[in-house]
């Protein structure tokens, strides 16, 4: 099994930054992609950033020249720096890695997600 866990949510006044973090932690033979998606009341989960093992990244227009994903390789560890943050940035951020993992059986592709953080921003 491949688990997630995210740290870092919290309570920040408008205009405050943040930093996420997501450890990754199992059986991975590879972590080709991970990711930051976001989850409003009553809204769908959104993407708001992805990075590949290559350090290539993709934003959300949301997420653009605010927010900055970086990764770890050797950590297992991705991390969102999210800076002049808005109240409608509020939502629980998840942690999302894909790749291919190595079980009794073989290899198979995964693609697991943490439990969430909140972040709260105050207007």
């Known amino acids: 099994q491949v688990q997630l866990v995210e740290s870092g949510g919290g309570l920040v006044h408008a205009g405050g930054s943040l930093r996420l973090s997501c450890v990754t932690s199992?059986?991975?033979?590879?972590?080709?992609?991970m990711g930051w998606y976001r989850q409003a009341p009553g809204k769908q989960r959104e993407l708001v950033a992805t990075i590949d093992v290559n350090g290539n990244s993709f934003y959300a227009d949301s997420a653009k020249g605010r927010f900055t994903i970086s990764r770890d390789n050797a950590e297992n560890t991705v991390y969102l720096q999210m800076s002049n943050l808005k109240p409608e940035d509020t939502a629980v951020y998840y942690c999302?890695?894909?790749?291919?993992?190595?079980?009794?059986?073989?290899?198979?592709?995964?693609?697991?997600w943490g439990r969430g953080t909140q972040v709260t921003v105050s207007s």
């Open positions: 199992g059986n991975m033979f590879t972590i080709d992609h």
């Open positions: 999302n890695a894909n790749g291919i993992r190595m079980g009794s059986y073989g290899s198979s592709r995964y693609d697991s």
